[in-house]
């Protein structure tokens, strides 16, 4: 009998080796959310086992229920791969030039002057928006027609407003931040602002910051985004457009950069876009960062378009979810159903980051046959791959525990 490899995946949310004691604790002694190495006994295995140690991979589930890998023997792996917590990166394009001194947005005319009775246009195709299964590309077509005396202010700040009435228009969920990049004419010009937090709201152009000595017609940059200030109260001030940022009560000033209203006529001006993470069910979603690209008409060929690419990263919740559900199909769980609807284990906890350790074994080990498959009671002969993802911030590093253990 030959069955398909089967993948086995653990998730470690607590410490077991910080709490418990190899040669001592045992599965019996795991609180939900720990997980170690054991022995046939049940008893948790210190990182220096020797080769040719049979063990097995135990985990209390947050329900209480322990389950197992099968048993395999130290040394006898196929393949060994471990990859700690990298955080994801979200795709980016910034039009225009941006940085001290940049160029910005630069118009047809003379020297890059903008010219008025052109339409300046921005066409936005997302090309990875929605999920494995719905990946049809969207395109957004972004224009702004420059009126007389318009600069690179204006210019950004009417494609500013158009990207927030076209671009994420109807989408299921708000997939784009667009934000403006204010170039000051040279570094000396940004100041840090006063010594208290600054409090932000999504959609709102209300900032919150005790005696803070802004004045009307700064550019201020809040989070890597800059706006105008219009108006000033003793204990806030208002921006010229709604904060595009996640809401956040306490921004530490050291954060805030603000530069003179009689500076900022120096400067030019940039639009950033960037890619935001959309709701994700692991049961029905297969995780796709959002990708998208940018082509402009009317602006100078000599336009400068930089692009940060999406990289997924390692270990993201949306990895070790999708992970979960997967093997979960291997475990003998039935399929998404309606009528009752399938309740999955989901260990994979949101707001924790996770180090993989990834590793394959024969089926068969060398100190005797393995327990049956606990979905269809049969043996498998072929190998099988353990995977254990565990919380990158636990007090021990289980990570490395598992990785010393195994790599024999």
């Given at each position: 009998m030959y069955e398909k490899s089967v993948t086995y995946q653990f998730i470690v949310n607590v410490d077991t080796y910080d709490a418990g004691t190899p040669g001592t604790t045992t599965v019996e002694d795991f609180t939900a959310g720990q997980g170690g190495l054991v022995d046939g006994e049940g008893v948790l295995v210190s990182s220096t086992t020797t080769a040719g140690t049979r063990l097995r991979f135990a985990q209390r589930l947050s329900d209480g229920n322990l389950v197992y890998s099968?048993?395999?023997?130290?040394?006898?792996?196929?393949?060994?791969?471990a990859e700690e917590y990298d955080a994801p990166t979200m795709h980016s394009v910034t039009v225009g030039e941006s940085g001290n001194g940049g160029d910005g947005m630069i118009g047809q005319g003379t020297a890059g002057a903008i010219e008025a009775g052109e339409t300046y246009t921005l066409s936005i195709v997302i090309t990875s928006s929605q999920s494995a299964i719905n990946n049809t590309p969207i395109i957004k077509t972004v224009p702004y027609r420059a009126q007389t005396n318009d600069t690179q202010l204006e210019v950004s700040r009417g494609l500013f407003d158009a990207s927030l009435n076209i671009v994420n228009r109807n989408l299921p969920n708000r997939i784009i931040q667009v934000?403006?990049?204010?170039?000051?004419?040279?570094?000396?010009?940004?100041?840090?602002?006063?010594?208290?937090?600054?409090?932000?709201?999504?959609?709102?152009?209300?900032?919150?910051?005790?005696?803070?000595?802004?004045?009307?017609?700064?550019?201020?940059?809040?989070?890597?985004?800059?706006?105008?200030?219009?108006?000033?109260?003793?204990?806030?001030?208002?921006?010229?457009?709604?904060?595009?940022g996640e809401t956040d009560a306490a921004i530490a000033h050291a954060d805030i950069n603000f530069v003179p209203t009689a500076s900022v006529g120096d400067g030019t001006w940039s639009l950033r876009f960037t890619a935001l993470d959309r709701p994700f069910d692991p049961v029905t979603d297969m995780y796709n960062p959002v990708r998208f690209t940018i082509t402009t008409s009317g602006f100078a060929p000599d336009l400068d378009i930089s692009t940060t690419a999406a990289d997924p990263g390692s270990g993201t919740y949306e990895q070790v979810a999708q992970q979960e559900i997967y093997s979960a199909m291997n475990e003998g769980k039935p399929w998404v159903q309606a009528y009752p609807p399938t309740k999955y284990r989901l260990e994979a906890d949101p707001d924790n980051d996770y180090d993989i350790l990834s590793v394959v074994y024969p089926a068969t080990d060398s100190g005797g046959s393995i327990p049956a498959h606990t979905g269809t009671g049969q043996v498998p002969t072929?190998?099988?791959?353990?995977?254990?993802?565990?919380?990158?911030?636990?007090?021990?590093?289980?990570?490395?525990?598992?990785?010393?253990?195994?790599?024999?």
């Open positions: 099968p048993f395999f023997t130290l040394g006898t792996h196929l393949a060994l791969e934000g403006r990049i204010f170039n000051p004419g040279s570094a000396s010009d940004i100041t840090t602002g006063a010594a208290q937090t600054v409090g932000v709201t999504y959609g709102s152009t209300n900032v919150t910051q005790t005696t803070h000595a802004r004045s009307v017609g700064d550019a201020v940059d809040i989070d890597g985004d800059w706006y105008i200030i219009t108006d000033t109260e003793t204990n806030s001030f208002t921006i010229d457009r709604p904060y595009q072929a190998t099988f791959r353990l995977i254990i993802a565990s919380n990158a911030t636990l007090t021990v590093n289980e990570h490395d525990n598992y990785e010393t253990a195994l790599d024999r």
